[in-house]
């Protein structure tokens, strides 16, 4: 059985850091990501990570140059370091995984869904 275990959500002021982990049980992913869903608002495609790295990094643009998406491929587990969090980063955040060469940022491309973790940001 498949599970995707997010952990390290929280509460943090604006312009403080989190850092975000999610381990994979019961299969090894080519891709591995995150998404968020804010309340009101539709999920969003926030990283996603091809197991070979490198290139084959995608980021949105809303935290392009904040957040870093990593993986360490022997533990299947992918890491989200967020820098500088702003209010509108405050959201639910999902653990996402696919197999594939491409890294995809829609939301109907991935299979696989964590139960996602909550990030509050206050000011």
């Known amino acids: 059985q498949v599970q995707l275990v997010e952990s390290g959500g929280g509460l943090v002021q604006i312009g403080g850091s989190l850092r975000l982990s999610c381990q994979a049980s019961?299969?090894?992913?080519?891709?591995m990501g995150w998404f968020r869903q804010a309340p009101g608002r539709d999920r969003e495609f926030v990283a996603a990570?091809?197991?070979?790295?490198?290139?084959?990094?995608v980021y949105s643009d809303s935290v392009k140059g904040r957040f870093a998406i990593t993986r360490d491929n022997a533990k299947v587990t992918v890491y989200l370091q967020m820098n500088s969090l702003k209010s509108e980063d405050a959201a639910v955040y999902y653990c996402?995984?696919?197999?594939?060469?491409?890294?995809?940022?829609?939301?109907?491309?991935?299979?696989?869904w964590g139960q996602g973790t909550q990030v509050t940001v206050s000011s």
């Open positions: 996402v995984a696919r197999q594939g060469v491409r890294v995809k940022t829609s939301r109907s491309d991935y299979g696989y």
């Open positions: 019961g299969s090894t992913f080519d891709i």
């Open positions: 990570i091809h197991k070979n790295g490198g290139p084959t990094i």
